[in-house]
């Protein structure tokens, strides 16, 4: 148990979060060179270097220069097991992200310095600080002008509600950029340091840089004295306990395409981020603590043909509390079937090493035939553990798909059957017909399937709008297919559930007014998180 315990301490399970082009893909590939996991950090835009994001595995991620898809990076760091979650910044896979912060412990919101706070990055910050998990801000691309720093807290500590505390402050930015007075690590980080010169100067006990340095005599550094202390003596204190709590961002600027300041920030932030605690479940009728020697842990994603050469389907598992161990047995606890785990793996975003043994805050991936969906809990021993429901999120558009080749309807079942299970598009099936229905919260989901059945299926599919939708699920005792008409199509969910797809507000409302006694629920929507 001592030795469990241990091990669980040592880890650090996060997620990087933020606006699309905020530089969350090029933190973490800085984040990985630190580890020493890379020799050089790529980024999600190098067509012409061919230096692509490791994090950004999936072919269509590199031509196209986004990232659609959760990654999984892995390394040891000072002492610690550091499990990174990339997330896609792109808000039609919000979904995913989601889902992948019901995964870890901790988050990290990169902010763009000219930028400041943008609309993405407020809808999943709401969504960290409703989960109540510490958050630390990165404000990046400090060697671009930007905004003044002090505007940057004022408003993340007003848009947030949530106290900012810097743990670094900029000397210049942009052109004039010189370095970082860094408060947590009581030295100074210089920006371009001449040849010989230590990148780090050490502060002395009263926060003045040692010796004769140059920089001191220079006004950028005098008004950053000046700022410093004003931050001091009449800024937020740093509180440990309300950043455990949610309450206080430890808040770092620097510049991830420079690998400035990125040192510093994960030195720290591996010292004040949790490791992982103890888990309700049950519908919180009992507390698992994550040291406890029973293995527990629940699917949070599902990746198909993450190695194109052998068509392989892996289950992400968050492990939650206790030890795998390779060849254990465990209960999948939505159907109570019994499996033996012979097979799983760790990462390196594409990258894959066999796993023998993981313990909770890591993130395994298990080999699965067809097993496992988004959601499942899955544990050993005798007694039932059951993890809270993950989100789906309800579409707004809806595409009709036939496949364009009659002669490969094998290949076209098979790839909408598990593309559809990763989750990122939904499929519905008319209800008298069984016309196949994609939804999505995105457009951009659509053209990510279409392209990914043609490249990974060999399957070219025709997408047919049906424009944006509001879904209904109906009682099906209440059903009367004539009810149906083409202002609300009647199609049946995966579960073959009956629900309508309004045209819009006016077709659901005459619905209401012909048939006022039938009951209509609405799914779980993106805009109630």
């Known amino acids: 148990?001592?030795?469990?315990?241990?091990?669980?301490?040592?880890?650090?399970?996060?997620?990087?979060?933020?606006?699309?082009?905020?530089?969350?893909?090029?933190?973490?590939?800085?984040?990985?060179?630190?580890?020493?996991?890379?020799?050089?950090?790529?980024?999600?835009?190098?067509?012409?270097?061919?230096?692509?994001?490791?994090?950004?595995?999936?072919?269509?991620?590199?031509?196209?220069?986004?990232?659609?898809?959760?990654?999984?990076?892995?390394?040891?760091?000072?002492?610690?097991?550091?499990?990174?979650?990339?997330?896609?910044?792109?808000?039609?896979?919000?979904?995913?992200?989601?889902?992948?912060?019901?995964?870890?412990?901790?988050?990290?919101?990169?902010?763009?310095?000219?930028?400041?706070?943008?609309?993405?990055?407020?809808?999943?910050?709401?969504?960290?600080?409703?989960?109540?998990?510490?958050?630390?801000?990165?404000?990046n691309k400090l060697d671009r002008d930007g905004r003044e720093p002090l505007d940057l807290i004022t408003e993340l500590e007003e848009l947030l509600n949530i106290e900012g505390y810097p743990m670094n402050w900029p000397i210049g930015m942009g052109k004039g950029l010189r370095g970082l007075y860094d408060i947590g690590e009581n030295h100074v980080e210089l920006y371009r340091p001449e040849e010989g010169q230590n990148r780090f100067l050490k502060l002395d006990s009263d926060g003045e840089l040692e010796g004769n340095q140059p920089l001191k005599e220079e006004s950028i550094y005098q008004q950053t004295m000046e700022d410093v202390s004003l931050l001091l003596e009449a800024g937020n204190q740093f509180?440990?306990?309300?950043?455990?709590?949610?309450?206080?961002?430890?808040?770092?600027?620097?510049?991830?395409?420079?690998?400035?300041?990125?040192?510093?920030?994960?030195?720290?932030?591996?010292?004040?981020?949790?490791?992982?605690?103890?888990?309700?479940?049950?519908?919180?009728?009992?507390?698992?603590?994550?040291?406890?020697?029973?293995?527990?842990?629940?699917?949070?994603?599902?990746?198909?043909?993450?190695?194109?050469?052998?068509?392989?389907?892996?289950?992400?598992?968050r492990i939650k509390s206790g030890e795998f161990r390779k060849g254990m047995d465990i209960t999948l606890a939505r159907t109570g079937q019994k499996i033996r785990l012979n097979n799983a793996t760790e990462f390196m975003s594409s990258e894959r090493e066999q796993?023998?043994?993981?313990?909770?805050?890591?993130?395994?991936?298990?080999?699965?035939?067809?097993?496992?969906?988004?959601?499942?809990?899955?544990?050993?021993?005798?007694?039932?553990?059951?993890?809270?429901?993950?989100?789906?999120?309800?579409?707004?558009?809806?595409?009709?798909?036939?496949?364009?080749?009659?002669?490969?309807?094998?290949?076209?079942?098979?790839?909408?059957?598990?593309?559809v299970q990763e989750g990122a598009v939904q499929l519905y099936r008319n209800y008298q017909t069984n016309e196949y229905i994609l939804g999505a919260v995105g457009q951009l989901q659509f053209e990510v399937f279409s392209y990914r059945m043609k490249n990974e299926y060999n399957s070219e599919v025709v997408m047919t709008p049906i424009g944006s939708r509001t879904a209904r699920w109906i009682n099906p005792e209440q059903l009367d297919t004539s009810m149906s008409s083409s202002r609300n199509l009647l199609v049946k969910d995966k579960f073959d559930q009956p629900l309508f797809l309004f045209e819009n507000d006016f077709a659901m409302r005459w619905f209401h007014g012909k048939y006022p006694d039938v009951e209509l629920e609405a799914g779980f929507n993106e805009k109630e998180v």
């Open 239 to 317: 509180n440990e306990e309300k950043v455990l709590d949610g309450k206080q961002t430890p808040v770092f600027f620097g510049s991830a395409l420079t690998n400035f300041g990125v040192e510093s920030f994960l030195n720290q932030f591996l010292q004040y981020a949790p490791a992982p605690e103890s888990s309700e479940v049950n519908n919180g009728e009992k507390t698992i603590a994550a040291s406890d020697e029973t293995f527990s842990g629940f699917v949070f994603k599902i990746q198909a043909n993450m190695n194109p050469a052998h068509r392989d389907r892996i289950a992400f598992v």
């Open 355 to 419: 796993v023998e043994t993981s313990v909770a805050g890591d993130i395994v991936g298990l080999y699965d035939t067809g097993n496992f969906q988004i959601g499942d809990s899955i544990y050993s021993g005798k007694d039932k553990i059951e993890y809270p429901e993950l989100p789906e999120f309800t579409p707004e558009l809806f595409m009709q798909v036939t496949s364009k080749n009659v002669m490969k309807q094998k290949s076209f079942h098979k790839g909408m059957k598990q593309l």
């Open 1 to 139: 148990m001592d030795n469990l315990q241990q091990q669980v301490n040592r880890r650090r399970t996060f997620a990087i979060i933020s606006h699309p082009d905020a530089g969350k893909t090029t933190i973490t590939e800085q984040l990985l060179l630190q580890g020493g996991v890379i020799r050089k950090a790529g980024t999600v835009k190098a067509k012409k270097s061919g230096s692509f994001a490791t994090s950004d595995w999936m072919e269509i991620e590199k031509q196209r220069g986004i990232s659609v898809t959760s990654s999984v990076l892995q390394f040891d760091y000072e002492g610690k097991h550091v499990n990174i979650l990339d997330t896609p910044g792109h808000e039609d896979f919000s979904e995913d992200t989601y889902r992948t912060l019901m995964a870890v412990d901790a988050a990290v919101m990169v902010i763009d310095s000219a930028k400041g706070i943008e609309p993405q990055t407020k809808k999943l910050f709401k969504v960290v600080k409703q989960r109540g998990i510490p958050i630390f801000t990165f404000i």
